[in-house]
């Protein structure tokens, strides 16, 4: 090898060094823009009453929603509470209470539990209506889960409902995250008007 192909090489190296030093040292402080989602907005939460005939409770719940109620068994008086607009869904499921009580809430308890696998987190807050005979228990489920929110209420004697919400979409907290802090008012404003039948 002729010195002056050592020389080329030394200059290539030492040029490649330069470049790789001047790369990976960043003094612009640019940093790369994080994914973005688009901008959803809602809007204000307002409501009207839910009061159908043969159902054994009532409550408040959002204009922008729509009642579905199930005609192929209309006795279990379950419903949907739809969201169109926005892809989501919170299914009220109500059982009449046979002194079986204890045996609805550990259900209830192990279907909200089911979504720890995905969840980073699960807060309950419990709520009690004496005035209305309403005691409530609301989990927020923290993480990419299938359902970021879950409640129930009950008289404790006759009467349980149970909510769970639901979005037609692949569970990801952070895209999500506006349309569920607003229906997270509706149901707790859900959960401040539910009345029961006599």
């Known amino acids: 090898m002729s010195a002056k192909t050592t020389i080329n090489i030394k200059i290539i190296i030492a040029s490649l060094a330069f470049f790789v030093i001047t790369e990976c040292k960043n003094d612009t402080g640019v940093v790369p ?3 973005g989602y688009f901008r959803i907005s809602m809007p204000e939460n307002t409501y009207k009453k839910f009061d159908a005939d043969k159902k054994p409770y009532t409550f408040e719940y959002s204009k922008i929603a729509e009642i579905e109620e199930h ?3 209309p006795e279990q008086n379950w419903i949907n509470i739809v969201y169109p607009k926005h892809n989501a869904t919170i299914y009220i499921t109500y059982l009449n209470i046979k002194n079986n009580l204890d045996t609805i ?3 209830s308890h192990n279907f909200t539990y089911r979504h720890t696998i995905k969840a980073d987190a699960i807060e309950e807050i419990t709520y009690f209506f004496p005035e209305r005979n ?3 228990l609301y989990a927020e489920i923290e993480g990419d889960a299938a359902s970021p929110i ?3 209420m009950t008289d404790s004697t006759r009467n349980f409902v149970r909510g769970s919400l639901y979005f037609n ?3 990801n907290s952070d895209s999500i995250a506006p349309v569920v802090d607003f229906i997270r008012k509706d149901i707790i404003h859900l959960l401040e008007t539910l009345e029961w039948k006599k």
């Open 33 to 35: 823009k994080p994914y």
């Open 71 to 73: 005609s192929d068994k």
């Open 105 to 107: 809430l550990n259900d």
């Open 134 to 136: 309403v005691f409530a």
């Open 150 to 152: 879950q409640f129930l």
């Open 169 to 171: 979409a692949a569970p």
